[in-house]
Each structure stands twice: as structure tokens, then as C-alpha cells.
């Protein structure tokens, strides 16, 4: 059986395979959008043979185009060597055996290595390299896949074409500017974040706290506009932009608007199993529409499968922080580390669960204000045709460096959090999808003037294109 008639067989296997897949890749997002995504090309399960291929008496070059066809990877090992020795080796079909084998043993690389260099000594295969273009892709090498893919497009059957049309307009989209879009409306009954607490004794001392001091209402918008970009420059490198304006305006309390401008410009290494990156950043605050302080950092984050269902994803950052005020200044200037580490389990492709710890350590010109956290947290995405939730719970412990001004005692705090979104895919306008959630956030702690409670229900307008 020679090898140019087996290889349509071969190429129209991988190939539906991924046209039956390729809707449902859609990727899920939470927090900051970490991403979770189901492998690109699914491949049919293996069949229940009674005996494996390399037991039957077949031709060594069936041998092989049957194991690939059958998925039996272990017979097509035994394969390739019994062909090797026969007296009509192809080289072309040994070395494409060869890959398949590499390929789906995990050892992908190799496996592009191979079929590149069997490409170079045979330009015209078209198969071979129809294969290795999907494999670049699902490697996200789509620069190098895209090459591939407009090479061999012309010499494909028009079905396969507009596969390969569908495949080039998902990395041409990768390659376009982002934008991401948040609306939603805020009122509060703490905006100042601050304790209820009217009086405060301390010793033999009595403190009555204004009102200005005391938790204020406000009422108004929230918005979050980001641009973003991620550039392939060569084989899994990356160069990523992203520029993002968020703030908050009160109509009824303006002193306490917000507005944040950042740029983040970094590098990222992905692949089909993990994604790696550093991104510097450099932020502007405002408060009450003037300047209130800057932030400049470096972020470092992990994300690897680390089993079929199961990933790691971590997140490391180092900010210094400006103020602009002389008097926060003397207290706030500083800088923060942090550190969050998850496991995600996705037992399905519309269900998550994770769970991870976090820490961060403020070390703060005050040492009263200095401080260190550690935190665990619990969360869930699940998504239905009906509704989709994501939640999160979060406990956590701060404890802080020195004795605080006003209690001479150090302050310890309890942090209690929670936040839930509810959203139905049916119920948007234009792709601006509404989504309901709640936020709670209790702060209890051991000197009384800081302990206090939050809690508010909110309507966000999402919208990315």
C-alpha cells in the first residue's frame, strides 16, 4: 500500500475532527482573566480492537497507516521499526510516521522539527504540510501556522479550503486590537470605606468623630475600558500591549470620583499546555479629579496543565507606590509584593473549580500601616444554555508590623469576602450582555475602629469586541 494513497485518509481524519471542534473554543475568563481552554483538536477515541494492529499480518506500511488511522500508538512504535527493515523503506513515510507518533506522545517540537525538515527536502507534500500547519496553530506559532496554511490552501479540495479559510480568520482576529468594555451602576452607603464607629474611647479618653468621618453615601457609574493587543513575533514569543481606563463617578459625592490610567507592555510564551509572562506596568490614580498617586511595577504569571483536567495558574507582582499629598506621603509611600497560587479543576468545558492561596506584604514608610496577608480563597464558573454563575469566597488574615497610632496595639484583622455574577447568555442588546452581582467584604478586626462591613448588589454591561 503506498503512501500518497493513504495520506488523504489521514489528512480528512485530523481535519473534520477539528471543524467538529472548532465553535467550541471559546475561551472562559475569571478574575483577570486567566484563560482556560479545551484542547483545539479533539481526536476521535481509539476503537476496542481484539488485537493490536502490529499483531496482525499486514504489510509494515499498513502497519503504520492503519495504527495512525486507529490511534494505537504503541503499535505504531512496533511498526516503524519492522518497516525500517523491509526492502521497500520510504523515507518520507517513515519520517511522517515518525512524527505522528512524536506528536501525539507529547513530544511536539520534536514532532514540527521533523515534519519542517521533511518538508524542506520535500516542498510539494501537501498533507504533511496541511499537518504540520495544525499543529503549529494548536501550538500557537500561528505567525509560522498562518505561513503554512496559505501555502498549501490552493492544492486542498474546496471543503478543506474553507477550513483553512475559518482557521486563518481565527489568527487574523488574534492579531487585531482587542476591546473590552464595562458599564455599571454603583451606590453605596460607606463609599469612604471607613467603620460606623461614632465614638471612640481610648484609656481615659473620649473621641467623637465627625460626620465627614463616618461612612457617606454615593450614587453614580463605574466604567472600565481596555485595549489590548498580543503579537506573535516568532515561533511562541509574544509581545503584549494593554492600556485600560477605569474609574468610578459619583453625581452626589464627586469628592470621592476615581480615575485610573494604566499601561502594561510585556512578553509572553505559550503554547498548546502552558502560557508564561513578564509585564511591566506604570499607573495613574486620581481622586476628587486630582492626581493622588502612582504606581510602577513588574508582573510575573504562570499558567501550565498540569494533567488533563487540572491547571496551575500563579501570579507574582511587585508594585511601588507614589503619593502625591506631602502628609499620605510620610505614611503610604512604599512598595507592595504579592503572591496568588490556584489550582483549577474543569471536569467539563462549561464547569470550573479552583481554589489557591494568596499573599501580599505592604512595607510602607509607617510601619503602623505596614503589613502582611495571607489568604485562601474558593471559586466556581459554571455556564448554561438556562444561567451562568461564577463565585468566589476568600478568607484572609492581615496582620501588621507596629503598634498603631491611636491604640498602641498592633492591629490584627479577619477578612471575610464574597462576590458572585449572574448573567444570561439570551438577555443582551448588540453584545452588550447585563450581568447581576453581589459583593460582600467584612473586615473584623481587634481594635474596634477598624472593623466594618460592606454590602452591595450591582448591574454590570459587558461588552468585547
Known amino acids: 500500500m503506498s503512501f500518497k494513497y493513504y495520506l488523504p485518509f489521514l489528512f480528512l481524519f485530523h481535519s473534520y475532527s477539528f471543524a467538529d471542534e472548532i465553535k467550541n473554543t471559546q475561551p472562559l475568563f ?48 512496533i511498526c516503524l521499526t519492522r518497516y525500517k527493515k523491509t526492502d521497500n523503506y520510504d523515507e518520507i513515510l517513515y519520517q511522517y510516521g515518525l512524527g505522528a507518533l512524536y506528536y501525539n506522545k507529547g513530544n511536539r517540537n520534536e514532532a514540527i522539527e521533523l515534519y519542517q525538515s521533511l518538508l524542506y527536502k520535500n516542498p510539494d507534500l501537501t498533507y504533511p504540510r496541511f499537518d504540520l500547519a495544525m499543529m503549529l496553530f494548536q501550538d500557537q506559532r500561528y505567525k509560522e501556522a498562518k505561513s503554512e496554511f496559505e501555502t498549501v490552501k490552493n492544492t486542498l479540495t474546496p471543503q478543506m479550503q474553507t477550513l483553512v479559510n475559518q ?40 473621641f467623637i468623630r465627625s460626620e465627614e468621618d463616618l461612612p457617606q453615601k454615593a450614587e453614580g457609574f463605574g466604567y472600565n475600558i481596555n485595549l489590548s493587543k498580543d503579537t506573535n513575533i516568532s515561533k511562541n514569543n509574544y509581545i503584549n500591549i494593554s492600556t485600560t481606563i477605569d474609574g468610578l463617578y459619583y453625581w452626589d459625592n464627586k469628592d470621592y470620583n476615581e480615575q485610573t490610567y494604566r499601561l502594561d507592555i510585556g512578553y509572553k510564551n505559550k503554547n498548546f499546555k502552558r502560557t508564561w509572562g513578564i509585564t511591566p506596568f506604570i499607573e495613574q490614580n486620581e481622586l476628587g479629579n486630582e492626581h493622588y498617586n502612582s504606581n510602577y511595577g513588574i508582573i510575573f504569571d504562570f499558567n501550565t496543565k498540569i494533567l488533563d483536567k487540572y491547571q496551575i495558574s500563579t501570579n507574582l507582582s511587585h508594585i511601588k507606590r507614589k503619593y502625591r499629598d506631602e502628609t499620605l506621603s ?16 474543569q471536569p467539563k468545558l462549561n464547569f470550573i473549580l479552583y481554589s489557591g492561596l494568596d499573599a501580599m506584604q505592604d512595607h510602607l514608610k509607617d510601619k503602623s500601616e505596614s503589613s502582611q496577608s495571607t489568604g485562601l480563597r474558593f471559586g466556581t464558573i459554571h455556564t448554561n444554555n438556562f444561567l451562568n454563575i461564577r463565585a468566589d469566597l476568600r478568607y484572609a488574615n492581615r496582620n501588621f508590623e507596629d503598634e498603631n497610632f491611636w491604640y498602641n496595639e498592633k492591629r490584627k484583622d479577619k477578612i471575610y469576602e464574597t462576590t458572585m455574577t449572574v448573567w444570561q447568555n ?40
Open 167 to 206: 482557521i486563518l480568520l481565527t489568527i487574523n482576529r488574534s492579531e487585531k486590537w482587542n476591546t473590552a468594555l464595562n458599564f455599571n451602576y454603583e451606590k453605596t452607603d460607606n463609599v469612604n470605606q471607613t467603620s460606623d464607629l461614632k465614638i471612640i474611647t481610648i484609656g481615659n479618653a473620649t
Open 426 to 465: 439570551k438577555i443582551q442588546w448588540k453584545n452588550f450582555t447585563p450581568k447581576l452581582n453581589y459583593k460582600y467584604q467584612n473586615i473584623d478586626s481587634n481594635l474596634e475602629l477598624y472593623t466594618r462591613n460592606n454590602s452591595s448588589f450591582f448591574l454590570t454591561i459587558d461588552k468585547t469586541f
Open 30 to 77: 475569571f478574575e483577570k482573566k486567566p484563560e482556560i481552554k479545551p484542547d483545539l483538536l479533539i481526536t476521535p477515541e481509539k476503537k476496542n480492537l481484539s488485537i493490536g494492529i502490529s499483531d496482525m499480518d499486514v504489510d509494515p506500511s499498513e502497519c503504520i497507516n492503519l495504527s495512525i488511522l486507529e490511534k494505537d500508538w504503541n503499535s505504531l512504535d
Open 330 to 345: 510620610e505614611i503610604y509611600n512604599g512598595y507592595t509584593n504579592s503572591q496568588v497560587a490556584l489550582m483549577i479543576y
